[in-house]
């Protein structure tokens, strides 16, 4: 594509197409440098396209790139180039009879396909990353999510390099050749987008499983990675049953081919695809064991595992029809793996994790260049729309959706939406049809969501009236302007809330809507609350019989993507840390007062000693308090991350906000050092499984407790550190003791290092982290480390893990290195990115946001982020992907 003149796509120009494909058989000849691919297509015209009278019909328009075209027939006769128009993106034949029969043939080269993107090579293998448009990358086809076709695939390959060769669907004959070649067919019976088409090939061993479904079904499983992982696939398998079980309970889905494989690949550029019935992962979500996997890692496996299996029914049965409704599909499976995960752990501290990602990271987009809806309505590059917005605020969205149904009506209308769409391609507009089929709310506001970008900010106004015993609540919404966007219209919010007595008792509320209890919940109805609709740009509402001046408990297990601003006195946030009945909000206190605490510092230059006695104080209950779970107090003892408390600021000056963090987190492990002290060496379970879940909660605890310390005098902490690791008998500890040797200067730092690393030799995700935590580390020497580690021989700049546990981490997870007041570390970025480019687009492009916010920098770092865009821009021709990003940050 040419980048002077990128063009950019518009949500509102959607036409169906003039042809449907109803049926293709592709036949792949692999070879690593010369693979030959012949696609047979048959046609008919759409009947739902507009129609011309009389005339000829339209002509066909294929996709395709990087594919050499060989020879195009119709109907078995050759084409002459005269025939058909050919340009580098594009296939035009002008005319077709109005049912017939194409033959493409395409030559690709696997080996130098660095984009990873189409048909690549991984470790050897080969194997198709068709999502959003890669298919193209593989031979002319009308590659896009609408256009449903029923897939016959044949590969040849030679026997030695590739025993193993998979598609979609079943597999139905094989076949052994003359010349050391063997030939496969498989057979996928369900209509598909070619971006959910998939292909793997090479030496690969698998572990199997089976699965009864529900009506009595044998389905076989299996997970396909590199021999010497074979002993690392346990737990995804065992993720897998669970995932197909929850799918069946809850949501009454179940899974539909007679096997179900997923293939573990070393270069992916995401985090997996859910191709039909042929998931391919990024080994990081498939492999793990004890030795080589933190218990987050494990816990990231299994949602994963989850989300790709969910598409199957969401996003695959039911897809979207154009990529504006990507959040059709990801969004409610977000939303689905989110509630799977929360069904099997705690689900406070499920919620708790998700909204600090949602908070530190996607909060950030909708106040950055790259501001949109959950549906967007242009881009330029779709790849650069599968963002935080689409996902994590579109499970967002959803989520509200779930809240203001209530739990019976979302299962009645999920069946609603199953039943109209499946086996379509569809739009968010018709999800929101289906669950207005059985909601008692009119959603038709509701709707705004899907188009309104930015982050809305309701502020809380309290008033008590003793005389009447009436309590008012004022609460008001505004949405600020975003790229394009201005004067948004009110959404439609629902606000979870409820009041306490001065003893913390909850009282009955005379307003607002009942919510169901949970399944497993002790709460009464007055402990749960109720639901508010937050419609007006400004509403009232009043509560009767209120006897006292109440306290409130507002926006409960976070109800809303939005930003509450609510002024209260710091006693009664450290009385809603002791008191709420609902543990999210218990959590959601003590972030307020911390935040309050960080950002003092910056206006006063100290910290101010009333607050911090709240929260150290509210810190000593919580410490003390045994019944809490240890996961909880963990989340409960740790700050809002740099990139969270930057949102509530309008201009960021990063190193006087990260000395206000650090001032603060210092005072705080001070006041607690001796009881953090006792946590790290006390809380640590022996002789349990290793995902025995207390095990896991008290590990959690245990290394926050650990980091807390780290920002005391290395003297204190450092011994503790080096003992754990090496006494570490999971990778959970031994990495966390590593993680905080890594900010200090020690002699136990570079040994410990020196250890992990000759551990990590030939585990590849092992190395990953041994980059990753001296990537994170608070050493004034960061970037120069970095730099330097860039010239290791165990770096690998193509592989896209590798270049993330070095290059994202920095610049994602190292506010202080990143922010460097010379500008250092916008430079190193900036040079990654320009070397980048070229090979993979894709994932050049994911490294540019960090530079996207300059706008909102103060100081002399608003100009050294710009010109490191400017230095971008100016580098030479761009991919569409960076071009995108590089030129909206700098309008
Ligand atoms: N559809 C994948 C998922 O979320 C993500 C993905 C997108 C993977 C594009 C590869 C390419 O499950
Ligand atoms: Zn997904």
């Given at each position: 594509?040419?980048?002077?003149?990128?063009?950019?796509?518009?949500?509102?120009?959607?036409?169906?197409?003039?042809?449907?494909?109803?049926?293709?058989?592709?036949?792949?000849?692999?070879?690593?440098?010369?693979?030959?691919?012949?696609?047979?297509?048959?046609?008919?015209?759409?009947?739902?396209?507009?129609?011309?009278?009389?005339?000829?019909?339209?002509?066909?328009?294929?996709?395709?790139?990087?594919?050499?075209?060989?020879?195009?027939?119709?109907?078995?006769?050759?084409?002459?180039?005269?025939?058909?128009?050919?340009?580098?993106?594009?296939?035009?034949?002008?005319?077709?009879?109005?049912?017939?029969?194409?033959?493409?043939?395409?030559?690709?080269?696997?080996?130098?396909?660095?984009?990873?993107?189409?048909?690549?090579?991984?470790?050897?293998?080969?194997?198709?990353?068709?999502?959003?448009?890669?298919?193209?990358?593989?031979?002319?086809?009308?590659?896009?999510?609408?256009?449903?076709?029923?897939?016959?695939?044949?590969?040849?390959?030679?026997?030695?390099?590739?025993?193993?060769?998979?598609?979609?669907?079943?597999?139905?004959?094989?076949?052994?050749?003359?010349?050391?070649?063997?030939?496969?067919?498989?057979?996928?019976?369900?209509?598909?987008?070619?971006?959910?088409?998939?292909?793997?090939?090479?030496?690969?061993?698998?572990?199997?499983?089976?699965?009864?479904?529900?009506?009595?079904?044998?389905?076989?499983?299996?997970?396909?990675?590199?021999?010497?992982?074979?002993?690392?696939?346990?737990?995804?398998?065992?993720?897998?049953?669970?995932?197909?079980?929850?799918?069946?309970?809850?949501?009454?889905?179940?899974?539909?081919?007679?096997?179900?494989?997923?293939?573990?690949?070393?270069?992916?550029?995401?985090?997996?695809?859910?191709?039909?019935?042929?998931?391919?992962?990024?080994?990081?979500?498939?492999?793990?064991?004890?030795?080589?996997?933190?218990?987050?890692?494990?816990?990231?496996?299994?949602?994963?595992?989850?989300?790709?299996?969910?598409?199957?029914?969401?996003?695959?049965?039911?897809?979207?029809?154009?990529?504006?409704?990507?959040?059709?599909?990801?969004?409610?499976?977000?939303?689905?793996?989110?509630?799977?995960?929360?069904?099997?752990?705690?689900?406070?501290?499920?919620?708790?994790?998700?909204?600090?990602?949602?908070?530190?990271?996607?909060?950030?987009?909708?106040?950055?260049?790259?501001?949109?809806?959950?549906?967007?309505?242009?881009?330029?590059?779709?790849?650069?729309?599968?963002?935080?917005?689409?996902?994590?605020?579109?499970?967002?969205?959803?989520?509200?959706?779930?809240?203001?149904?209530?739990?019976?009506?979302?299962?009645?209308?999920?069946?609603?939406?199953?039943?109209?769409?499946?086996?379509?391609?569809?739009?968010?507009?018709?999800?929101?049809?289906?669950?207005?089929?059985?909601?008692?709310?009119?959603?038709?506001?509701?709707?705004?969501?899907?188009?309104?970008?930015?982050?809305?900010?309701?502020?809380?106004?309290?008033?008590?009236?003793?005389?009447?015993?009436?309590?008012?609540?004022?609460?008001?919404?505004?949405?600020?302007?975003?790229?394009?966007?201005?004067?948004?219209?009110?959404?439609?919010?629902?606000?979870?809330?409820?009041?306490?007595?001065?003893?913390?008792?909850?009282?009955?509320?005379?307003?607002?809507?009942?919510?169901?209890?949970?399944?497993?919940?002790?709460?009464?109805?007055?402990?749960?609350?109720?639901?508010?609709?937050?419609?007006?740009?400004?509403?009232?509402?009043?509560?009767?019989?209120?006897?006292?001046?109440?306290?409130?408990?507002?926006?409960?297990?976070?109800?809303?993507?939005?930003?509450?601003?609510?002024?209260?006195?710091?006693?009664?946030?450290?009385?809603?840390?002791?008191n709420d009945p609902d543990t999210f909000n218990r959590w959601e206190a003590g972030q307020r007062l911390a935040t309050r605490l960080i950002l003092g510092v910056l206006q006063e230059g100290r910290i101010n000693a009333d607050t911090l006695a709240s929260l150290g104080q509210a810190w000593g209950l919580i410490l003390a308090d045994d019944s809490l779970d240890m996961a909880f107090k963990a989340e409960a003892l740790s700050l809002p991350t740099i990139d969270t408390l930057e949102g509530s600021l309008e201009q960021v000056d990063y190193q006087a906000l990260i000395a206000a963090h650090a001032m603060v987190s210092t005072a705080l492990a001070e006041k607690h050092a001796e009881a953090l002290c006792v946590l790290v060496t006390e809380t640590r379970q022996a002789g349990v499984a290793l995902l025995d879940p207390a095990a896991m909660s008290g590990r959690k605890l245990a290394n926050?407790?650990?980091?807390?310390?780290?920002?005391?005098?290395?003297?204190?902490?450092?011994?503790?550190?080096?003992?754990?690791?090496?006494?570490?008998?999971?990778?959970?500890?031994?990495?966390?003791?590593?993680?905080?040797?890594?900010?200090?200067?020690?002699?136990?730092?570079?040994?410990?290092l020196d250890d992990f690393h000759a551990k990590a030799i030939g585990n590849r995700l092992v190395m990953d982290k041994w980059f990753a935590v001296q990537a994170t580390s608070r050493r004034s020497s960061i970037v120069e480390d970095v730099a330097a580690l860039l010239q290791h021989a165990d770096f690998e700049a193509g592989n896209p893990n590798r270049l993330r546990s070095l290059v994202a981490s920095f610049a994602l997870n190292n506010p202080g290195g990143f922010h460097a007041a010379n500008g250092q570390g916008y430079r190193f970025l900036a040079d990654q990115v320009i070397a980048l480019d070229s090979r993979n687009p894709q994932v050049a492009a994911r490294l540019v946001s960090p530079l996207g916010h300059w706008k909102r920098l103060a100081g002399p770092a608003r100009d050294l982020m710009r010109q490191e865009l400017v230095r971008i821009r100016d580098s030479g021709p761009?991919?569409?992907?960076?071009?995108?990003?590089?030129?909206?940050?700098?309008?």
């Open positions: 594509m040419d980048t002077r003149n990128p063009v950019t796509i518009n949500r509102l120009d959607y036409q169906p197409t003039d042809w449907l494909i109803d049926h293709v058989s592709l036949q792949f000849e692999l070879d690593p440098t010369a693979t030959l691919v012949t696609s047979e297509l048959t046609l008919s015209r759409n009947p739902a396209a507009g129609q011309e009278s009389n005339g000829p019909g339209p002509g066909l328009t294929l996709q395709g790139s990087d594919c050499e075209l060989r020879s195009v027939s119709l109907d078995g006769v050759k084409l002459a180039p005269e025939d058909y128009q050919l340009s580098a993106t594009e296939l035009h034949i002008a005319q077709l009879p109005e049912h017939c029969v194409l033959v493409i043939v395409t030559c690709i080269n696997p080996e130098s396909n660095t984009a990873l993107e189409g048909l690549y090579r991984s470790s050897g293998n080969f194997c198709t990353q068709c999502e959003a448009e890669g298919f193209r990358k593989i031979t002319y086809y009308l590659d896009r999510p609408d256009v449903l076709s029923v897939f016959d695939v044949t590969i040849t390959a030679d026997v030695a390099t590739c025993p193993v060769m998979l598609a979609n669907g079943n597999r139905v004959s094989h076949e052994v050749l003359e010349g050391g070649r063997h030939r496969v067919q498989w057979h996928d019976p369900h209509p598909k987008p070619s971006y959910l088409f998939a292909l793997v090939a090479g030496d690969l061993a698998h572990i199997e499983d089976h699965f009864t479904t529900a009506s009595g079904r044998k389905v076989l499983l299996q997970i396909y990675v590199e021999a010497h992982n074979i002993d690392r696939c346990d737990f995804a398998m065992s993720s897998l049953k669970a995932s197909m079980r929850w799918d069946e309970e809850v949501y009454g889905l179940e899974y539909d081919l007679d096997c179900f494989m997923i293939v573990a690949v070393d270069d992916f550029n995401m985090g997996a695809m859910e191709n039909k019935g042929l998931n391919v992962f990024n080994s990081r979500f498939v492999l793990a064991d004890a030795q080589s996997a933190t218990d987050t890692d494990y816990m990231g496996v299994e949602a994963v595992i989850a989300h790709e299996y969910f598409h199957n029914w969401t996003g695959n049965r039911i897809t979207c029809r154009d990529w504006f409704q990507l959040s059709l599909k990801e969004g409610l499976t977000v939303f689905r793996d989110q509630s799977f995960s929360s069904d099997r752990h705690s689900a406070t501290v499920k919620r708790i994790e998700d909204v600090r990602l949602l908070r530190a990271r996607q909060f950030a987009e909708d106040s950055g260049p790259m501001a949109h809806p959950i549906r967007p309505d242009s881009y330029i590059e779709i790849n650069n729309f599968y963002t935080l917005t689409v996902y994590e605020k579109g499970a967002e969205v959803i989520r509200m959706l779930h809240t203001l149904l209530g739990p019976v009506k979302w299962r009645q209308a999920m069946d609603v939406y199953v039943e109209r769409h499946d086996g379509t391609a569809t739009t968010c507009d018709a999800f929101v049809d289906a669950m207005q089929t059985v909601a008692d709310v009119d959603l038709t506001q509701f709707r705004r969501w899907y188009s309104t970008a930015g982050t809305p900010e309701v502020r809380v106004s309290e008033e008590y009236d003793s005389q009447n015993a009436r309590f008012h609540l004022t609460l008001s919404q505004s949405c600020p302007d975003t790229p394009g966007q201005s004067d948004k219209l009110p959404l439609h919010i629902p606000v979870v809330m409820g009041l306490l007595d001065q003893q913390g008792n909850s009282l009955s509320l005379s307003n607002g809507r009942a919510l169901a209890a949970a399944v497993d919940s002790s709460q009464t109805d007055a402990q749960r609350g109720v639901l508010l609709d937050l419609t007006e740009a400004s509403q009232t509402f009043t509560f009767e019989g209120v006897d006292a001046a109440p306290v409130v408990s507002l926006l409960r297990g976070f109800s809303a993507p939005v930003k509450l601003v609510h002024d209260v006195t710091d006693e009664t946030l450290a009385f809603l840390m002791a926050t407790a650990l980091a807390l310390l780290t920002w005391l005098p290395e003297s204190l902490w450092g011994p503790l550190a080096a003992a754990q690791y090496a006494a570490a008998d999971n990778m959970t500890d031994r990495i966390a003791a590593l993680a905080a040797l890594c900010h200090g200067d020690s002699a136990a730092r570079q040994d410990c761009l991919s569409p992907d960076v071009f995108e990003l590089v030129s909206k940050a700098l309008q």
